[in-house]
């Protein structure tokens, strides 16, 4: 384990540059932080942290320097590896189907928490793997209120699938690193960096740790598989609809939300026509439609099939949970419903019918 | 073959047949290249040029290898509207197979009862050709079809020949008969309450609206059939055919790739849910 300290980190961004990457990382645009493109570590929110709650994200300033500490922006990585709008293919007169060229520059990711490396996993095993980002990941050491990926099993510390990790510490500020892969172990060669020292390992573990206890939001501790698959029925859906706009900002800023839907294009002529792909939302009547009308066509169903899917469906899908327990969800809900409350609902609706059962 | 499935393989329209007012049997001949063969129950996705693509089960005889497909399509939507009005020799672009097959070899040694109400027919023709060109697999064939009127009926002459046939039992119902119709009147439904079935070895397939499918499930399970042994093919909005753009979920099942066609043992209780 070594130890970079911030310029160290600067030098890092510099050196994937130098190789020919497209460095995605977090920084402070539009009074939110975001994830862009980097073109040096200096563009990193140093000093900046964020003030959440149900429907509200406001950043603020820290009384320290700290790159790393900030939970769950309005973007995460999904835009990175599964773009909200791309084109397919293209044909012309000739009749002949062109895929479309993809931009194959490698991306390394810079940031990533363990809520959104689990996302990215979730994400390959749906849409399968495609060329594989350089990850290094950053364990967090300050989970926001909306936070509860410590009730999903995928943070604070950030999981299998990075190739470098960092975990930030303070006073004097600087980042342990730990490797991961022998892709990450490379990228580190170049940098400036020193032996990590026992207190600094034993320290940069015991804010990990402790960051554990610190979630804003915890999930109900019950198998919200089973739970969710068995509450098709119940009340509580009437009253989270009478909330839900069913606007779909939920599905936008969930980390593993995938659904797309496919536009058929021409130009005047009709000579040139053009597939795009693009995101959506079960939110959207359109979503389930069918001759004859939408499946779903009530709010309710609505939020129910999101959630369903999210914490149960998934698992039979996919081979797990389609929630990662980064809080966005509840963060940019205008109304501000919370996963975790709901869940927590359905709970006690669950446990009261099987009592009087 | 095309390595990308989300590309489509231009192919030509040979032969366009209509079956009633609103529907149409399409003939496609590769323009090159083939995508893989289908078997029976499998979809494919249709594409016409700057209009859409939409899901299309097959509906020919899949002994026949030349390389064709054969499509019926009925109008409900404009992809379907333009696909049922393509001349010979439009372009379409297709991709597949997708989804999962009626597996009709599995039926060997039992009854089988084909249950198909208005367009549903389409998605099983192909079984009871299957089962026709080899006769000596299974025991009885029964086919019940049911539509909204006598015009409404899909493959009448085919239709015909297959009620005249001695090893085959053919029983038609329309829910508003014309003058001269000789059938049956009333739901599909109906026919399964007095036809003579044998519970213990008869595998059923049904195709049609969904309530149509539920229904004439509740009857064949009042008639002691198990509800492992009832297939059904299932609708829902599909895009990608992959199991990746979400939106023919139906609970647990993503439909075009855990279907279209299913077992009513794992979908039976599915489909009493509203709205799932």
Known sequence: MEILDRDGLNHLVDSLLATGHRVIGPTVRDSAIVLDELSGGAQLPDGWGVEVAPGSYRLRRREDMAVFAHSA???????????????LWQTDRDGEYVPAEEDRTPLAFLGVRGCDLAALGILGQVLGDGPRPLVIAANCTEPGGLCF???????PAAGPGYDLVLTELLDPHRFLVEVGTPRGARALLPVPRRSARGPEVAS???????????????????????LLRDSSAAQRWND???????????????????????EDVTDLTGQHAERWQHWVSCFEIDFSHLHGGSVRTSAASRYRQWLTHKLSSWYD????????????????????????????????????????? | MSGDPLLPLPYVVTDRAPETDDTVTLRLKPVRLTIPRLRPGQFTMLYVRGVGEIPISISGNLSVVDGSLTHTVREVGAVSRALCAAPVGTVIGVRGPFGTGWDLPSACDTDVLVVAGGLGLAPLRPVVLAALAQRWRYRRLILVVGARTPDDLLYRRELDEWARREDMAVVLTVDRPTQGWRGQVGFVTEPLSWL???????????????????????????????????RLSLERNMQCGLGQCGHCQLGPLLVCWDGPVVNYAAVGALLTIKEL
């Open chain 2, 196 to 230: 003579a079935l044998d519970p213990s070895a008869t595998t059923a397939f049904l195709c049609g609206p969904e309530p149509m499918m539920r229904f004439c499930a509740s009857a064949l399970l009042r008639r002691g059939i198990l509800a492992g042994q009832i």
């Open chain 1, 73 to 87: 922006g309005p973007q995460s990585w999904k835009q990175f590896v599964h773009p909200a709008r791309r084109k």
């Open chain 1, 240 to 262: 989270v609809a009478q909330r839900c706009l069913t606007c779909g900002n939920c599905t936008m800023v969930c980390p593993t939300c995938f659904c797309t839907s496919t």
């Open chain 1, 149 to 155: 990926c410590s009730s999903m099993g995928t943070g």
């Open chain 1, 317 to 357: 899908q996919f081979g797990s949970s389609g929630c990662v327990g980064c809080g966005r969800c509840i963060g940019w809900c205008p109304v501000g419903i919370d996963i975790t409350e709901e869940a927590a609902a359905l709970a006690a609706e669950r446990s009261g019918s099987d009592a009087r059962a």
């Open chain 1, 204 to 226: 940069a573990r015991s804010q990990v740790a402790s960051a554990t206890g610190r979630m804003g939001r915890v999930m109900p501790e019950v198998d919200l598989r089973t």
